[in-house]
């Protein structure tokens, strides 16, 4: 069984949440996904110049983080952290 910390969960998420914000603040055409890898726990943000561009994964272990929460910036640091950690016990994965 694979082990990860919560805590790597969550500094993952937060570097990646921000680095997608920053991304989306040059301007309103900006956007990002969420996504992890759940055969090796990494979690990362795509990030694309229009919504009419997406990268496609063909990879079963490789899915992206929902969060349907519009709140702060900590609220959905939360559920992006829930959420992978959801995925990532469904994937076999033991959280420390």
Known sequence: MKKIERREIEK????????????????????????????????????FLSENEWKVYHSETIMSLENYYYGTIKEKE?????????????????IV
Request: charged content about 35%; glycine content about 4%; some cysteine.
């Open 12 to 47: 993952q998420v937060k570097k990646e949440y921000a680095a997608a914000r920053d991304w989306c603040s040059y301007d309103h055409f900006r956007y990002y996904k969420m996504m992890i890898d759940t055969s090796d726990g990494d979690i990362w943000s795509d990030v």
């Open 78 to 94: 939360a559920e992006y952290i829930e959420d992978a950690i959801r995925k990532l016990k469904s994937a076999g994965w033991e």
